[in-house]
């Protein structure tokens, strides 16, 4: 999966976590679309296991992809409920409130 962090000026942390396979690509479904063409997904290849201790310790989390929202699901940062689909991608996103 690729990861890339991003950080906000006050310097909390946003991952961004796209299956390999999507980056590049663009699924638009009505008024939904999932652009992974940009720099927000251009990251590096990580480990599932260094994936899982940044999303459960960011700020904010996006994910892309099969493999990466099922990711999510096990680490317990997103529910089921709350994954939507564009195309038949899944897309989760997920801000921690509690500091």
Do not use: W
Request: aromatic content about 6%; overall charge negative.
């Amino acid at each position: 999966m690729l990861v890339k962090i991003h950080k906000t000026v006050d310097g909390k942390i946003v991952v961004a976590v796209c299956d390999t396979v999507l980056f590049g690509k663009k699924f638009v479904e009505g008024n939904r679309q999932l652009d992974l063409t940009t720099d927000f997904y251009k990251g590096d290849e990580f480990e599932e296991d260094e994936i899982g201790d940044l999303i459960r310790n960011a700020y904010s989390i996006n994910l892309v992809g099969e493999q990466s929202v099922a990711l999510g699901i096990k680490e317990g940062v997103i529910e089921e409920e709350n994954i939507i689909r564009v195309q038949g991608i899944p897309h989760a996103e997920s801000v921690n409130v509690i500091e």
